[in-house]
């Protein structure tokens, strides 16, 4: 039950991680995620989630905070520096202000000291969830418009970083040392490209890559 891998056909389907060197911690986490209709599966410490499981999944980490071999931070740690966005919910029996504080600060989402409340993880599990969807969201939407960006010439981008500075045709004409007409045409070229009709749309889509 802890191993049991999401199928292929299912990836697009959050999964819930669970890292805790507690078995029966992890069982129960496991029953609890169950019977609320979310998909789980548990592992008994970093290393073994980071050679087994997909960090590039949509979903989130439930980690443990102390483990033998490396603690929660660690891991989280880890997945940073590898790349991963998992929203991450520390779980831990020990109140220590300072660390939860390093744990949010290093991009945490919740930090749920134990005993705690069957519903206190779930509500943050699904706010962990909704915020990886919007991230995913907006990296797909980012990732389009850099691939539009991608299309144009060297010229067309000059041109169109001009043009969203603000800089009239004739402005960037001078700028650029080429025709009024040279600069229309490039324009008309560019927002086609970037399947824009209006300045305004195009503003909102070089900033959005911009943000990368």
């Known amino acids: 039950m802890q191993h049991a891998q999401p199928k292929i056909e299912d990836a697009a389907e959050p999964i819930v991680y669970v890292v ?6 992890r069982e129960a986490l496991l029953d609890l995620f169950m019977v609320t209709n979310k998909r789980a599966t548990a592992f008994s410490n970093g290393p073994e989630f980071l050679e087994t499981a997909d960090i590039r999944a949509p979903g989130c980490l439930v980690l443990d905070f102390r483990m033998p071999g490396g603690t929660g931070l660690d891991l989280q740690e880890r997945l940073s520096r590898a790349g991963s966005r998992l929203p991450v919910i520390f ?6 202000i ?5 744990a949010m600060k ?4 919740d930090f749920l000291i134990k005993p705690f ?8 599990v699904d706010r962990a969830i909704r915020l990886d969807s919007e991230r995913r969201k907006v990296d797909a939407e980012r990732n389009r418009i850099q691939a539009l960006v991608d299309t144009l010439t060297p010229r067309e981008l000059e041109v169109m970083f001009a043009v969203v500075s603000g800089l009239m045709n004739k402005q960037v004409a001078y700028q650029l040392g ?8 490039h324009r008309m070229s560019l927002m086609r490209k970037m399947q824009t009709r209006s300045l305004a749309d195009l503003v909102r889509k070089v900033e959005q890559v911009r943000r990368n």
């Open 117 to 124: 409340a069957d519903q206190d993880l779930l509500d943050a």
């Open 20 to 25: 805790d060197d507690d078995e029966a911690m």
């Open 98 to 102: 300072l660390t939860s504080v390093k």
């Open 106 to 109: 290093a991009g945490a989402m």
């Open 91 to 96: 779980l831990t029996g020990h109140a220590d």
């Open 178 to 185: 080429i025709s009024e007409m040279t600069v229309k045409l």
